[in-house]
């Protein structure tokens, strides 16, 4: 499985004005994609490498979940 990124603090996504609702594992990845967005004036084209590097952070957490869902489960029975 792949690398996170470092954590952000709780007052460095406060700073970043990232909503509740996407402070995870990922959200430093998500400050960048920000940056380049409001930067390029989120034109949709502009962007991908941070997208795609967000993106995947978001689908290697998604299985990481999951893998623990499926051991507590296997605990439990």
């Known amino acids: 499985m792949s690398n996170f990124p470092p954590q ?9 004005k990232i909503p509740l609702e996407y402070r995870d594992r990922c959200a430093g990845l998500l400050v960048p994609l920000k940056k380049c967005r409001q930067e390029n004036l989120y034109m949709p084209w502009t962007c991908s490498e941070e997208r ?7 689908y290697e957490d998604f299985k990481r979940r999951v893998k623990e869902m499926e051991a507590l489960k296997a605990a439990q029975e």
């Not at 952000?8 to 970043?16: A, D, Q, V």
Request: a neutral charge; proline letters at 0%; hydrophobic letters at 10%.
């Open 8 to 16: 952000l603090s709780h007052e460095e996504m406060k700073k970043n």
């Open 52 to 58: 795609h590097s967000y993106e995947k952070c978001q």
